[in-house]
């Protein structure tokens, strides 16, 4: 019987959606968050750092511009397609490597990993996230430094807002938010229309975890020695002046 495939499983969600969610501004963002990470993991040259969900290669890149040696992976292989092909514009060598990071084990292990914009917290079962979460620790080397960037609970909290409208792209983007739960998941709907009218939409539902709860599964569940939760890539406090949620382990 075949598994039934998860939404972040469709390629051809990423082809349409792709260019909205990964715009310029998080481009232009990219290399100094590189370079808060390697400081974050108190990185050297040559050192090697796993891109957790590497997407199009946003960070991924910016780390080996800084001298890191970069093994991305991701489930969607046109973003790997675009990945290298970015690399190889700015020329860095980037490792790609198309697989599920529920399962993924490299035979080397890495100095770091990073899973940086957003990009957990989508799987039907809270299994599936701690299963990522386990794989990571894995693939560290002792002592191994894992940053986890996403949106936290109280984050969602302080930035709701119920929907805008905008252009990207070449479209014109309706986004509609609502809560799911007692605050256990935000639903986001995606509308894209472009300049003939044609309409693409789509809803999904990232799950929403607390930092404290987050930081729990990772020492208890994930065998983490220590977890730090930050508000931001400076390491902020994470209090109500918090600008996103960071979390920085040790393996």
């Not at 957003?118 to 386990?134: A, P, Q, R, V, W």
């Not at 794989?135 to 109280?154: A, D, H, M, P, W």
Request: aromatic letters at 12%; charged letters at 25%.
């Amino acid at each position: 019987m075949n598994k039934k495939k998860e939404w972040f499983e469709d390629e051809n969600f990423w082809l349409n959606y792709g260019p909205i969610m990964f715009d310029e501004q998080q481009w232009s963002q990219a290399h100094g968050i590189a370079e808060k990470c390697i400081e974050l993991a108190g990185l050297k040259n040559g050192d090697s750092i796993l891109d957790v969900c590497c997407a199009v290669g946003r960070i991924s890149i910016e780390l080996a511009s800084c001298g890191m040696n970069v093994t991305g992976v991701d489930i969607t292989q046109p973003f790997l397609d675009a990945a290298k092909e970015s690399a190889d514009d700015e020329g860095v060598h980037l490792e790609l490597i198309n697989h599920d990071m529920r399962t993924f084990n490299s035979r080397k292990k890495f100095d770091a990993a990073v899973n940086i914009y957003n990009s957990f917290g989508y799987c039907d079962k809270i299994e599936d996230d701690i299963k990522i979460l386990k794989q990571v620790y894995k693939n560290l080397k002792k002592g191994g430094t894992f940053i986890l960037e996403c949106i936290s609970r109280e984050s969602a909290i302080k930035y709701f807002t119920p929907g805008e409208w905008f252009e990207r792209a070449g479209m014109t983007v309706l986004t509609e938010f609502t809560v799911s739960g007692a605050w256990e998941g935000l639903n986001s709907r995606w509308i894209l229309i472009d300049k003939n009218g044609n309409k693409t939409d789509h809803t999904f539902v990232q799950r929403l975890y607390s930092a404290a709860e987050l930081r729990n599964i990772l020492i208890k569940e994930c065998k983490f020695k220590t977890a730090e939760v930050y508000g931001g890539f400076n390491k902020e406090n994470y209090d109500q002046n918090l600008s996103t949620m960071v979390i920085v382990c040790k393996k």
